[in-house]
């Protein structure tokens, strides 16, 4: 490709450091990326659509538009003339499921373990079905670690460690249990991480679900780049006061580091350093038509997966529509000639269903 690109993105159920907030049950960090000297043609269409559909709105807000027929109808017609001109890109996380793979991070890693070995911090194929397993049978450490997030104290991590080799071993899963008791020497510098991460970035921005997905999204974008043969993209994110700081400060530490490339072990790649990604930005919604149509994707993402969750309604028009942009890019990649557009963390069963709804 060769072309300068700018990101313009935009995030849906944000609930800050509330990392486990069932009302909010995802989060979606959504955008998209267009070739710089093509930006005024998108500006044009989101313009275009607003006069049409919404006219005496100020800007254009998901939260205002998708509960309605007219509205399905409207993001239809928006995103596919939209995607004439511009790539969707996506993180879908699941909330309950982030705090499963938490406990993995707090309690299978080797730093924190004398039953795990240095390699097994690679394995993250391996982490990611141990994740599914306290999801699918944890339901007590899951609500006892939110609340250990939220108040660090060694009174609850104690408790929380207990109650987990005590769920894991109820459920049949004592290879687990005994390694998660190889953790016990080690309970004061697990609990001194969880609370540095209230301190390490301003604004407590490391104790949110936002920060690592931004952070993810960003490595997505940079392989993407590498891939394409893309030299330069700018981001611009719609502006976000509690996390702008900690953004710059990751973007830059990013910008400056060695060039160091990790590939996991489900084939997925780590950059330390960005190289295509030049600079980050924040904008006003109001002010950019881009960001307002990244907010429309982010929050059309997120609304089909909650109304999934809950076993509620979904407009057909929305289904065929979830199915192009949602199931389509993140289950079936060779549609964009086996490109990665959107990544995702995840329950097996969150999948199941929305694929089945969506169907």
């Known amino acids: 490709m060769g072309h300068a690109f700018d990101f313009y993105c935009d995030e849906s159920g944000n609930s800050g450091g509330d990392f486990w907030n069932k009302d909010q049950p995802v989060y979606v960090l959504a955008g998209w990326l267009i070739k710089k000297e093509e930006r005024f043609k998108v500006d044009g269409i989101v313009n275009k659509y607003k006069e049409k559909y919404y006219p005496y709105n100020k800007e254009l807000k998901a939260k205002d538009i998708i509960e309605t027929d007219k509205g399905a109808i409207f993001l239809v017609e928006i995103f596919t003339h939209v995607g004439q001109y511009a790539t969707p890109?996506?993180?879908?996380?699941?909330?309950?499921?982030?705090?499963?793979?938490?406990?993995v991070e707090a309690f299978f890693d080797p730093a924190h373990n004398e039953q795990l070995s240095d390699d097994f911090t690679w394995l993250n194929k391996v982490k990611k079905e141990i994740a599914q397993k306290i999801y699918d049978k944890c339901y007590s450490t899951i609500d006892a670690y939110a609340e250990l997030y939220k108040r660090p104290s060694l009174d609850l991590l104690h408790g929380l460690?207990?109650?987990?080799?005590?769920?894991?071993?109820?459920?049949?899963?004592?290879?687990?249990?005994?390694?998660?008791?190889?953790?016990?020497p080690h309970l004061d510098t697990i609990l001194w991480e969880e609370e540095y991460g209230l301190t390490s970035l301003p604004k407590k921005a490391s104790k949110t679900v936002n920060y690592p997905v931004f952070e993810a999204l960003c490595n997505l974008l940079e392989h993407f780049a590498r891939q394409q043969n893309i030299h330069k993209i700018r981001i611009f994110h719609d502006e976000i006061a509690q996390l702008e700081k900690a953004y710059l400060e990751t973007f830059n530490i990013h910008r400056n580091a060695g060039k160091a490339i990790f590939q996991y072990q489900d084939g997925t790649y780590s950059y330390t350093h960005f190289d295509r990604i030049k600079t980050l930005?924040?904008?006003?919604?109001?002010?950019e038509p881009a960001i307002q149509v990244s907010d429309l994707l982010a929050g059309f993402i997120s609304s089909i997966c909650v109304r999934s969750l809950r076993g509620d309604y979904l407009n057909e028009k929305l289904k065929k529509l979830g199915m192009v942009y949602v199931i389509g890019h993140?289950?079936?990649?060779?549609?964009?000639?086996?490109?990665k557009l959107a990544t995702s963390s995840t329950s097996e069963q969150f999948i199941k269903k929305l694929k089945e709804d969506l169907e």
């Open 89 to 103: 890109f996506f993180y879908l996380a699941e909330k309950r499921y982030l705090v499963a793979a938490k406990l």
């Open 161 to 184: 460690h207990e109650t987990f080799v005590r769920e894991l071993e109820l459920k049949e899963e004592s290879e687990l249990a005994n390694v998660v008791r190889g953790a016990i």
């Open 281 to 287: 930005r924040f904008a006003k919604s109001l002010e």
């Open 330 to 339: 993140m289950l079936f990649p060779e549609i964009n000639y086996g490109i």
